[in-house]
């Protein structure tokens, strides 16, 4: 066996060729790659650890280095990183490499649980962005440019922009627009991409944010390609990041033994997408334009399209700063029916076998890939056709008007009196939500998924956010940071 294997041949080709060779492990990891080794025996063959002949991700010269530059060619950006904890280490990294102890930070309001984990990390003073909503939906609209180089030129001394695109929901902002903004103030653009890994990598998808111009810009792998839970990459590019700081912060935040079945997987998704990504989307666009065909026939429920968004925008000559709606984020809206979010999820769920991504107050979002099978596309779209069909007979009641309070964003926006850090670290204690209004929260209360935040620590409980966050628990929605007896967790 070669002293270094070459990426060339694949990670997996290199780990299945050891696993076949008459090498014995002396080494870790303790499952010794033995057949003997309880149920999960069948799956330890190619699990190994930083053996000669392998690579060390801290410090890669060899094998993983070649597969990290296999993805850093794919995507284009002049660096790219392999992570093992998902885009939240990449998050964690970007974020904290940035933005040193208590300094500022401009954020999107409904950036992931991540960039906020950061800042309790940082004890950063955050200063947000929200997002206007597509009222038509109900959901975030895409970033503006022009709000972001508004809020810049309030708050000069952001070290950073973080922002996430697409949104759960698949909205994709103009990055390139953003990024001329956040640059022309000499700053840091980090864009949470990581619902977007699939972009730009074919024709006619949306362009990602490496291409728009971003320094820093993290994938999740694992949620839009074939690769497995976990997988993720942190690109960079430009001079205004310290490189030197960011691997410093990778080191600390990624284990020291990190898997190479993972990073296998992150080299075949990588190899895949070089290979077959092409057709493979080519099919997916095929797919989804079939299904969206079917599904027009539905009288109530309504998947979000960007080509009505832009009907919609032009006849109500409404200001909207979604660049892209992706096509692998299928969000099935119900505004005008009796039926929530929630009861299509179980509906689908129960009797249909069909596994949602999320639901919300009033729309389920099912994720799409290249992966997913003519079938997978019909059962949905079927499904669909009756359930509408059902609830014109059964429950088919305009409610439309009447939309809920969480749709609302005239909402009062929480008001902070510390910074998340300093919320962290004060004396808590658990209050009943219904005598929380006017307490500051100790802890987050996030809508799960996608995991963004109501309330973050630091901020003074009021009554929209209440109501808000009332209104989700009776719909059924998951509501992290309230216990199930109903209390929160606030500064005492
Ligand atoms: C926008 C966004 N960013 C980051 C993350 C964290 O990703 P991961 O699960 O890969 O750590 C998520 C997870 O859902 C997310 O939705």
Known sequence: MDRQHSGNKGVYAALSEYRDSDYYPYHMPGHKRSGQAGEMAGYYGIDITEIDGFDNLHHAEGILLEAQQRANRLYGAEETFYLVGGSTCGVLASVMSVAGKGEELLIARNCHKSVYHAAIMQELQLHYYYPSLLWEYGIYDGVSADGIDRMLEQK???????????????????????????????KILIVDEAHGAHLGLCKGMPSNAIAGGADLVVHSLHKTLPAMTQTALLHVQGERVNRKRLRRYLTMLQTSSPSYVMMASMDSCIRYMEEHGAEAFARMQRQYDIFCKKTKACRYLKIGKMTEMSQNKNQNRQQTYLAEWDIGKLVIFMRTTSLNGQQLYDILREEYHLQMEMAAGNYVVAIMTVMDTEEGWQRLADALLQIDDRIEKETARQIAGEGSKSDQYSMEKPRAVMTPAQAFYSGMEDVRLEESVGRTAADFINLYPPGIPLLVPGEVMNEDILEQVEESIRNGLQVQGVTPEGRITVVC
């Open 156 to 186: 000069p001394n952001c070290k950073a922009v973080v922002i996430t695109s697409p949104t759960y929901e698949g909205i994709v902002s103009d990055i390139r627009a953003i990024a001329e903004a956040v640059h022309r103030k000499d």
